[in-house]
């Protein structure tokens, strides 16, 4: 007995809706056992009528056009965590866990379909790891560097302090997508809560004292 998917709602634009139901059904189903005319009825159109060609040439080109949505929305998170105020590190560190984690969500059908069908797709899986997994470690690192150099502490080995601290975020996102729950059916909160207080004990371990910049070093 075949399941058929619930439409997107008809008030998304067309090809948003078709990327979407896309994802769901690969992440689901897997992707050679979805066909273009499944993913046509879950996107609430007309099954089979080649409505999907108008916007892909392909199921695998629906796929980059996810990857390139998520990439872009990554570029997005970079800008803002730049231009989050530094007011207090707990606050901050608080505020770019929520960002990182909710990013993570944001391509939980991706990384379920990654880790079911990487090696069908090894190009696709080297652009995600390009585009996301390395460019959110490079925001990480930048992030931590700018905090050394604002306080003139040097000897950190920045690439592997903030790797440490994002692999925690990812780990707890990855837990609940592969199992369905967060490690120790903790809730979000108290996870980013615990985070947090690592990661200031961690930082000023290494001789940061996580101090907001001074207003006229802002101008």
């Known amino acids: 007995m075949t399941v058929v998917a619930e439409p997107l709602s008809a008030d998304r634009p067309t090809r948003e809706r078709i990327v979407a139901a896309a994802l769901r059904l690969f992440a689901e189903r897997g992707y050679r056992g979805t066909s273009v005319g499944d993913i046509e009825a879950a996107a609430g159109l007309s099954p089979r009528s080649g409505a999907l060609y108008k916007h892909f040439s392909s199921k695998e080109r629906v796929l980059e ?6 990439a872009s929305a990554v570029a997005t ?8 105020p530094v007011t207090d590190a707990r606050t901050e560190l608080t505020l770019a866990a ?10 939980r059908d991706l990384i379920r379909i990654l880790m079911r069908e990487g090696e069908n797709f090894p190009a696709l899986r080297d652009d995600f790891n390009e585009r996301l997994v390395r460019r959110g470690a490079r925001i990480a690192e930048q992030g931590l560097r700018r905090a050394c150099e604002r ?5 950190v080995d920045v690439p592997a302090v903030a790797a440490v601290g994002l692999s925690a975020l990812v780990g707890f996102r990855l837990n609940e997508i592969l199992f369905g729950e967060a490690p120790s059916a903790l809730d979000e909160a108290r996870f980013v809560e ?8 961690h930082l000023h371990a290494l001789g940061l004292s996580l101090s907001p910049v001074p207003e006229e070093a802002e101008s």
């Open 77 to 84: 998170l970079d800008g803002l965590l730049d231009a989050l």
């Open 151 to 155: 306080e003139g502490v040097s000897g």
């Open 98 to 107: 929520h960002l990182a984690l909710h990013e993570l969500d944001s391509e």
């Open 194 to 201: 615990a985070w947090v207080d690592g990661r200031i004990a």
């Open 65 to 70: 056009a996810a990857l390139a949505e998520r």
